[in-house]
Structures are given as C-alpha cells and as structure tokens.
C-alpha cells in the first residue's frame, strides 16, 4: 500500500510540474516584449571658427509600421560671424520610409524663428523673422548596439524662401533609443 501511494503522490505531482511548466511557458510567451515602437533621440551640431553655429536638436517619434518612423521636437541653435551672434530656435517634425536595408527617405518640416544675420550687421535691432522649411532627401540608419541607431541624412529644401537659413544640403547626424 505505501508503494500505491508513493507511486500515484510522484505520478501526480510529475504531471503537477508538467502543468506549471505549460503555464509558465504560456505566462512567458505572453510577458515578452513588444518591439519597441516609440524612441527619442537628437541632433547635434558645433562648428567653431570664424563661423561658428551651435545647435541642439531632441525629438520623439514612434514607428508606425516596421518600415516607417515619425516623429519631431524643438531645436535651438546658436550662430555667429566675426562676433555678430543671434539665437534661433523652433521646431521640427519628419518621416521615415526605410526603403531597403538600412537606407530611408526622409521628409521633414521645420519651422525657424530666427534673426536675418545680413540684416544684424547694418541694422543691429532688427527685427526677427520666421523661416518655414521643407527638407527631403535620403538617410542611413546604423545600429550601434541594442536598441540605440545612429542616423544620417542628406536633406535639401525644396521650399523657395526669400532666406534661406542653410546651405544645400543640410547634413543631420543623429542618434535615437527606442523605450
């Protein structure tokens, strides 16, 4: 009779663990992670010289599909020429297709409100002026490990402004992280 026993309490509790094995398995599948759709990441640029332009760029974004990302943020940026400095600032918001590969397209919108440099050397107080933008041009994401990309981006205005604030083609080298 103590053989019966002990046979059907190791019998059972054999299938017990089978069973919490099966809901652990289940709970696990269940608990990974989703990909990770929404990031942040920025933009940063410093040139020091006679020319001198300083600039910072954060921005959020979510991937919308596998192949593409959108997202914006404010930047300010802070110029100057032989000692006649200004300060810019505004906002950005774009669009990615990865089209193969690591390779995309980008389109982005930007909005500067800024001071005409021409317009500081003859007349010091003069007043600001506001820059809308439209960029599009190609870009290559690169992986640096994990979930952190680095990108870069040839963008050129196709908007004809009667300032135009950047010189074709604007280069953007940035990282992102997805959380």
Not at 95 to 119: G, H, I
Not at 145 to 172: E, Q, S, T
């Amino acid at each position: 009779m103590t053989l019966a026993c002990f046979l059907v309490l190791w019998l059972g509790s054999g299938s017990n663990n089978a069973l919490v094995a099966q809901d652990q398995s289940r709970y696990s599948r269940e608990m990974e992670a989703a990909p990770k759709r929404a990031f942040w990441g920025a933009n940063l640029g410093v040139l020091i010289g006679t020319y001198t332009n300083i600039g910072v760029a954060p921005y959020v974004g979510y991937r919308l599909t596998p192949t593409t990302d959108v997202g914006g943020g404010p930047f300010l940026q802070y110029a100057a020429y032989r000692r006649n400095g200004y300060l810019s600032y505004g906002g950005r918001v774009f669009a990615r297709q990865t089209v193969f590969s690591n390779f995309f397209a980008q389109a982005e919108y930007e909005y500067l409100d800024t001071e005409d440099p021409d317009a500081i050397v003859l007349e010091p107080d003069a007043g600001r002026i506001q820059v809308n933008s439209l960029f599009l041009g190609p870009g290559y994401y690169g992986g640096i490990g994990g979930r952190v990309k680095m990108h870069m981006a040839v963008l050129f205005n196709v908007l004809d402004n009667d300032f135009k604030p950047y010189r074709d083609p604007v280069i953007r080298i940035g990282f992102s992280r997805a959380f």
